[in-house]
């Protein structure tokens, strides 16, 4: 038996240590980033900036989706949240609506992801009715947190102040689309009786 069994990863050479990184998926360096600080900052420094996309929802279920070349990698986001409900049960869904603190706890979240694996936000989607009366906080969040961002997506039920949204939106750099959808019951069709 060995006097010493563990393995001295973080003294390993840059290179040799890049190399087994990158046959990582992003739970592992996560996780491996929890050990400490020091290893944090090492696992950072040898990920490549360009090697994740990154997309965050902020949805009842909030969730990241890691994009590692081809392969998507889903990372579920648990949160504190004082009333708990049922995941599964449809009728909750509609009822549901984040408190600060899980708002809060989700953005420390996403930060840490961004910072772990050396990326930003390409793309973020949200409910604006889930996050009611944080939706401008998050793309606050979102537009001091880096200089511009591929896709934002915003979807509601209920009359949201959409004025306040746009007018923030428009201060951010989007690249590529910016999508805000009501999906009201005023502003759904009907669907037409067929007669046969």
């Keep these: ?51 994740f996309k990154l997309k965050v929802l902020f949805w009842m279920n909030s ?6 070349g ?8 648990q949160f504190e949240q004082r009333n708990r409900i049922d995941w599964e049960d449809d009728k ?9 603190i899980s708002i809060r706890n989700i953005i420390w979240m996403f930060d840490h992801m961004c910072y772990v694996l050396n990326t930003e936000i390409h793309r973020l989607s949200m409910s604006a009715d889930q996050c009611s009366g944080n939706v401008l906080r998050i793309l606050s969040w979102l537009n001091h947190r ?11 039920n209920t009359k949201e102040d959409i004025a306040d949204i746009i007018s923030l939106c428009k201060n951010m750099n989007i690249k590529e689309s910016l999508d805000i959808a009501n999906f009201s019951k005023s502003h759904i069709r009907k669907k037409a ?4």
Aim: with cysteine; hydrophobic share 50%.
């Design 63 to 68: 969730r990241a989706f890691v994009l590692d």
């Design 146 to 156: 880096q200089k511009s961002t591929d896709d934002v997506a915003i979807d509601f």
């Design 1 to 51: 038996m060995l006097p010493n069994p563990s393995f001295p990863l973080l003294k390993l050479p840059l290179v040799v240590l890049r190399r087994i990184c990158a046959n990582w998926i992003p739970i592992d360096l996560l996780l491996l980033s929890n050990v400490s600080k020091r290893t944090m900052m090492r696992v950072r420094s040898v990920i490549p900036r360009t090697r």
């Design 70 to 77: 081809t392969e998507e990698h889903v990372i579920e986001i």
């Design 92 to 100: 909750f869904f509609w009822n549901f609506i984040f408190e600060d």
């Design 193 to 196: 009786k067929s007669k046969i």
